[in-house]
């Protein structure tokens, strides 16, 4: 393969969560007096770290939300989690195909240590990834669209920016990856090409992904 490190966004791409992250995400919002729908939270929150809703809310509303809101947030997420996640189809194959290959490969989230960890054991995908290769936006000091976060992931593993790929499925995660000098592919299950432009390529199916790295 060309590449010496893929790096894995993990919501969307590992594991099937962003439709249930963002049903709960726009319900809690409403609940909060903050009206957001299903698509809202898509368009506005996909792909980001948690201080981006704190942000953007307070931007709109010169509101806070409430001192307690990421722990609840994040219990009623990862309790959902529980019941309903699965890995993305096709993910297995991809990262046995990588360990084959010999090629290295990382997760980098905007979602916590806990929330991968979370999701990770309910899919079984705790079995390819460990502490070595798991990165969240809590490493760094800004999340995505910010680079930093693959900058790091890319340092911790050992390799130059300019020597890994990212696959990403939300606008966020493209424009970090640009930002960091990585190629990256837009894996289209939640936002369209055009959503994700400038991704080296597209695909809306994971067996699709080891032919774009070769």
Same mark, same amino acid.
Not at 140 to 161: H, Q, T
């Given at each position: 393969?060309?590449?010496?490190?893929?790096?894995?966004?993990?919501?969307?791409?590992?594991?099937?969560?962003?439709?249930?992250?963002?049903?709960?995400?726009?319900?809690?919002?409403?609940?909060?007096?903050?009206?957001?729908?299903?698509?809202?939270?898509?368009?506005?929150?996909?792909?980001?770290?948690?201080?981006?809703?704190?942000?953007?809310?307070?931007?709109?509303?010169?509101?806070?939300?409430?001192?307690?809101?990421?722990?609840?947030?994040?219990?009623?997420?990862?309790?959902?989690?529980?019941?309903?996640?699965? #890995?993305?189809?096709?993910?297995? =194959?991809?990262?046995?195909?990588? %360990?084959? /290959?010999?090629? !290295?490969?990382? $997760? @980098?989230?905007?979602?916590?240590?806990?929330?991968?960890?979370?999701?990770?054991?309910?899919?079984?995908?705790?079995?390819?990834?460990?502490?070595?290769?798991?990165?969240?936006?809590?490493?760094?000091?800004?999340?995505?669209?910010?680079?930093?976060?693959?900058?790091?992931? #890319?340092?911790?593993?050992?390799? =130059?920016?300019?020597?890994?790929? %990212?696959? /990403?499925?939300? !606008?966020?995660? $493209? @424009?970090?990856?640009?930002?960091?000098?990585?190629?990256?592919?837009?894996?289209?299950?939640?936002?369209?090409?055009?959503?994700?432009?400038?991704?080296?390529?597209?695909?809306?199916?994971?067996?699709?992904?080891?032919?774009?790295?070769?």
């Amino acid at each position: 393969m060309r590449y010496d490190l893929v790096i894995f966004d993990n919501d969307g791409v590992l594991v099937d969560s962003e439709p249930i992250a963002n049903t709960i995400l726009a319900e809690y919002l409403t609940e909060l007096g903050h009206p957001t729908s299903y698509e809202d939270s898509i368009r506005d929150y996909m792909g980001s770290a948690v201080h981006r809703i704190h942000d953007l809310v307070g931007e709109r509303t010169g509101q806070r939300l409430p001192a307690d809101f990421d722990d609840t947030l994040h219990a009623r997420t990862f309790a959902a989690f529980e019941r309903e996640l699965h #890995a993305v189809p096709g993910v297995g =194959a991809v990262l046995e195909k990588l %360990v084959a /290959e010999q090629v !290295p490969f990382c $997760v @980098a989230s905007s979602g916590s240590h806990e929330r991968i960890r979370v999701g990770h054991r309910r899919t079984g995908l705790d079995a390819w990834f460990r502490a070595g290769n798991i990165f969240s936006a809590q490493d760094v000091g800004r999340g995505k669209p910010a680079p930093d976060l693959f900058l790091y992931a #890319a340092e911790r593993m050992g390799i =130059a920016p300019g020597r890994c790929v %990212v696959v /990403e499925d939300s !606008p966020l995660g $493209v @424009a970090a990856a640009h930002a960091a000098g990585m190629d990256v592919y837009g894996f289209t299950a939640m936002s369209s090409a055009a959503k994700l432009g400038g991704a080296k390529g597209y695909f809306g199916d994971m067996a699709e992904l080891p032919g774009m790295l070769v």
